[in-house]
């Protein structure tokens, strides 16, 4: 016998993990969420992002893939698709969100046999988990012996990929004309997202990509053409004095930490042809010499040029960002609270006090907790769109 | 909760359990048997611009748009029979319905109610301004003289809507941005 008491309201992107027994492996369903974009050369859309999965790994997870429900006529069921039923059954499908893909996860390991580099929520360790031990020089891992009724702790992240155009730089030094003077000319481009890459929720271990470093005068540079923002990480507690190294089942206790909470927008700068004064500082003359101060002059020149280029890029990054409309606030934190729990005072008024008290006790709870009550927390509207 | 047989009392009927709060299951055991109730799944988030499907129709709850620099809040209208009435109603209190046409969906049987706004020269939106909620598959504008944004996603199967889901919580406010060198097309922000 199973009912579910009442929940609060489920917000976009929340997530729900659940033990798949068929295919003994943990899943999770994402309530639909919507991202609004916009990208650089004023194209917009609105999708909800999509899924990509084998009809054979949603069987597994328990969707019978028996009737489209926005046709009622069964899956695949064009005659084309019988002639090869192992095609049908590994044939990558994208699925909306909000068709309820189910979202098979693999996890990574925090904790007392997990991966150091990662810190373990507090939230875990008042439930039992552990840090990594911190071991002696020379000593094997495998001697540690782990505390009495220790918790495993394993992670899945789930996080939106959301491809966009990015910037392109071609810097090239060549000879100028007749006087042998250097030019350097720097050509800024578009390169389109990658051919069949749409707006989609994966799943793993989120490493946020970090752009190149950028040298400029090295040939060509080229952004990374896709954003990426984390939904909400899935945690499984297991049982205490689980072997460690032990995989997850149904016995493990599952948490969800959220990191968005409302539908989307996203929107890239524009992009725009340089005005003239820009390009004019862009072509430093560099004379040919020998004399030691010419060369050092020259060198001088060309860390400009490279810092020219750089800032250039840096200028006209089509990096895309996301925000939350909520009517223009100007915090993403919500609720505001009443009293700065810094203030927290011992003077004379003691309604001030007791409301510093409080205010400082709210965010002590807050921060024990795995993440913020409703109305939650949305990302700011990012201002330098408002330039024309 | 078990309830008394209250054996005692002959043919009398078994004492129905007292109302109580709460939010978990309720067991009764009474002499013919046992019941198990459940208050209904899921608090409400009365939220601005949240959908309420009618029938080939759509209704909202009031939300507001306005300028930085504009009248408002002001409401947005909703055309009914070639008219123009104010969603909340001729009388503030009765949500008038957007009605839905089938032919509208796309392929994957999927169209919006969309926010359409016309602000004046200087990207202001005034009383006067147009400002209505269409159903659409439009969801972005390249004019400068329309801003659109998406408010409920709609999904289709047989000629019926089978789901309306909201995707915006919030009043908005409405910022034009019209680039004035290197090209570009006008952008509508509902922040």
């Given at each position: 016998?199973e009912s579910l008491p009442?929940t609060k ?5 929340q997530t729900s993990p659940r033990w798949m027994a068929?295919a003994k492996q943990w899943g999770a369903t ?73 979202i098979p996860m693999t996890f990574y390991g925090l904790g007392f046999d997990g991966?150091?580099?990662i810190?373990v929520p507090q939230f875990f360790l008042d439930r039992g988990a552990a840090k ?14 782990p505390p009495k009724n220790l918790r495993l702790l394993r992670a899945c992240d789930l ?73 909400a990480t899935v945690y499984l507690l297991s049982p205490p004095n689980t072997p460690i190294g032990s995989d997850p089942d149904g016995t493990w206790q599952p948490f969800v930490q959220h ?109 024990a907790q795995l993440g ?17 | ?191």
């Amino acid at each position: 016998m199973e009912s579910l008491p009442s929940t609060k309201w489920r917000h976009p992107w929340q997530t729900s993990p659940r033990w798949m027994a068929k295919a003994k492996q943990w899943g999770a369903t994402i309530e639909p969420g919507f991202v609004d974009s916009l990208d650089a050369l004023g194209d917009g859309q609105v999708l909800s992002p999509i899924f990509r999965a084998t009809v054979e790994e949603q069987q597994k997870a328990g969707n019978p893939w028996e009737n489209n429900p926005l046709t009622g006529k069964p899956f695949f069921s064009d005659p084309i698709f019988n002639q090869d039923a192992t095609a049908v059954q590994t044939r990558e499908v994208d699925l909306p969100l909000y068709l309820d893909p189910v979202i098979p996860m693999t996890f990574y390991g925090l904790g007392f046999d997990g991966d150091p580099g990662i810190s373990v929520p507090q939230f875990f360790l008042d439930r039992g988990a552990a840090k990594v031990p911190t071991l002696q020089p020379n000593q094997d891992p495998n001697s540690l012996t782990p505390p009495k009724n220790l918790r495993l702790l394993r992670a899945c992240d789930l996080w939106l990929h959301q491809p966009r155009l990015a910037l392109t730089s071609d810097v090239e030094l060549g000879d100028g004309p007749a006087t042998g003077q250097s030019n350097v000319q720097q050509t800024l481009g578009v390169l389109s997202p990658t051919a069949g890459d749409v707006p989609r929720v994966l799943q793993g271990f989120y490493q946020p990509v970090s752009q190149q470093q950028i040298d400029a005068l090295s040939g060509d540079f080229t952004e990374i053409n896709f954003d990426q923002i984390l939904i909400a990480t899935v945690y499984l507690l297991s049982p205490p004095n689980t072997p460690i190294g032990s995989d997850p089942d149904g016995t493990w206790q599952p948490f969800v930490q959220h990191n968005l909470f409302w539908n989307l927008s996203w929107a890239q700068p524009q992009f725009r042809i340089l005005p003239e004064d820009e390009i004019a500082g862009m072509l430093p003359v560099l004379a040919g010499g020998v004399a030691q101060h010419v060369i050092n002059f020259l060198s001088a020149s060309l860390n400009d040029a490279a810092q020219d280029a750089e800032n250039r890029i840096l200028a006209n990054s089509l990096a895309g960002k996301f925000w939350t409309p909520t009517g223009g606030g100007h915090i993403g934190s919500l609720p505001v609270p009443a009293v700065d729990p810094a203030t927290v005072a011992t003077g004379l008024d003691k309604v001030k006090n007791a409301a510093a008290l409080k205010a400082a006790l709210q965010v002590q709870n807050h921060a024990a907790q795995l993440g913020p009550d409703f109305p939650y927390n949305g990302l700011l509207f990012p201002t330098a769109f408002l330039s024309a | 909760m078990i309830t008394p047989s209250n054996a005692n009392s002959g043919s009398r009927e078994p004492l129905s359990p007292p109302a109580r709060p709460g939010t978990g299951l309720l067991l009764t055991s009474t002499a013919v048997g046992a019941a198990l109730s459940a208050p209904p799944a899921g608090s409400v988030f009365d939220h601005a611009w949240r959908p309420f499907p009618r029938a080939q129709a759509v209704a909202f709850n009031l939300g507001t748009v306005q300028s930085l620099a504009g009248d408002g809040p002001l409401e947005p209208k909703i055309s009914v029979n070639g008219q123009l009435v104010p969603m909340s109603g001729k009388d503030g209190k009765s949500p008038v319905a957007l009605a839905l046409d089938a032919g509208v969906a796309n392929e994957d049987g999927i169209s919006f109610a969309v926010l359409e706004v016309e602000p004046n020269d200087d990207g202001e939106l005034l009383k006067a301004s147009r400002i209505e909620i269409v159903h659409s598959l439009n969801t972005t504008s390249r004019e400068k003289g329309l801003g659109r944004k998406a408010i409920a996603h709609l999904t289709w199967n047989k000629g019926s809507v089978v789901r309306v889901r909201p995707m915006v919580n919030f009043h908005f406010l409405y910022v034009r941005v019209v680039p004035t060198s290197g090209g570009g097309l006008p952008r509508h922000f509902f922040l």
